[in-house]
């Protein structure tokens, strides 16, 4: 019904069509930190899509280790998830990472990345480390840059090869995941926590975000900052009363949101519904 009134021009909203995520059409997916929390339950919501990925490449950095049993139980189901070995954090990992992803697509191109992987430290104002400030800036910031560059090419190749106008997820796309902790403006649930390492890796990963928007225009990739939300996830130390949003919903909103953007979207800043956050 959805793909019928498409056919027509007409937009309808997912939950118009009764499927949250059909607008999302990439062939080939790849999220960063996927063994658990929200990019865990990206895969999930990607396997479980009525057109879905033909390759959602499910990246963690210990892929052996208990913490990614969940992802191997849901890889033996899926034939479409493949678990590829990348530490965020190491460029050598990322650099194997990519190689292997080469190899899966047979000279396809990469139309989705999730630069998901992320990490917090409990410093306030008072107490922030040099070591927990960078530690969190390396995760934060220089591992979607690296993770970004490795990908380029695959990237650029998928823009390349399609024949749809304009810039879309389904085409070729980065996703960053920030946070609104980290707006200048909005300073989100300051008085729970400064976790300042935290605020100012997402402030820069912004950044990272507009730079690659504008840079990488000419190759009609969209880039993104996407605020997931205050997720119950292993991340939020917070009474998890103060976390509204599950992670299944918080998935299915951004998923839908990812469905819906275009070439005016790149650059921007948005949160889960795909409202528009102040810098
Ligand atoms: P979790 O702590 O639940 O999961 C974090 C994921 O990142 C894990 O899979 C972890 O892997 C992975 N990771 C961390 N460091 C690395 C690394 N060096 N290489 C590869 N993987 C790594 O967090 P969430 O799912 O809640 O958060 C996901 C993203 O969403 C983060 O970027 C976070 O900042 C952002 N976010 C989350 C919010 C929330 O309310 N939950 C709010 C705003 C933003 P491992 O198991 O190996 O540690």
Redesign the pocket.
């Known amino acids: 019904k959805g793909i019928a009134l498409e056919a027509a021009g007409i937009l309808l909203s997912s939950q118009e069509t009764g499927d949250n995520i059909k607008m999302l059409n990439a062939r080939s997916v790849l999220v ?8 865990l339950e990206l895969v999930r919501q990607l396997v479980g899509q009525s057109k879905k990925p033909e390759w959602i490449f499910a990246t ?3 892929p052996k280790g208990p ?1 990614a049993q969940d992802l191997k139980n849901l890889a033996d189901k899926h034939q479409s998830v493949k678990i590829i070995p ?4 190491d460029p050598s990992s990322v650099k194997a990472a990519a190689a292997q992803v080469t190899e899966k697509l047979q000279g396809a191109g990469l139309n989705l990345l999730i630069n ?5 430290k409990p410093g306030c104002l008072e107490s922030e480390t040099a070591e927990d400030m960078s530690e969190v800036y390396k ?2 910031v220089i ?1 979607p840059m690296i993770v970004s560059q490795a990908f380029l090419p695959l990237l650029r190749k998928a823009s390349q090869e399609s024949p749809q106008k304009g810039m879309s997820c389904s085409k070729a796309a980065i996703v960053n ?3 609104e ?1 980290g707006s200048i403006t909005n300073l989100l649930v300051f008085d729970l926590g400064h976790v300042l390492g935290y605020r100012c890796s ?1 402030a820069a990963l912004n950044m990272l975000t507009r730079c690659q928007s504008r840079g990488w225009a000419k190759d009609e990739i969209l880039c993104i900052a996407l ?5 119950k ?4 130390q917070v009474d998890q009363g103060q ?1 509204p949003l599950t992670v299944d919903d918080s998935v299915q909103a951004m998923l839908k949101t990812l469905g819906h953007l275009s070439e005016k979207d790149s650059g921007t800043f948005l949160n889960w519904e795909g409202e528009t956050l102040p810098w």
């Open positions: 960063t930190g996927s063994n658990r929390g929200i990019g963690c950095r210990d913490r990348m530490d965020t954090n998901n992987a992320g990490i917090v995760t934060n591992g995941m920030s946070s902790a997402k605020h997931p939300g205050i997720v996830t292993d991340m939020i976390a």
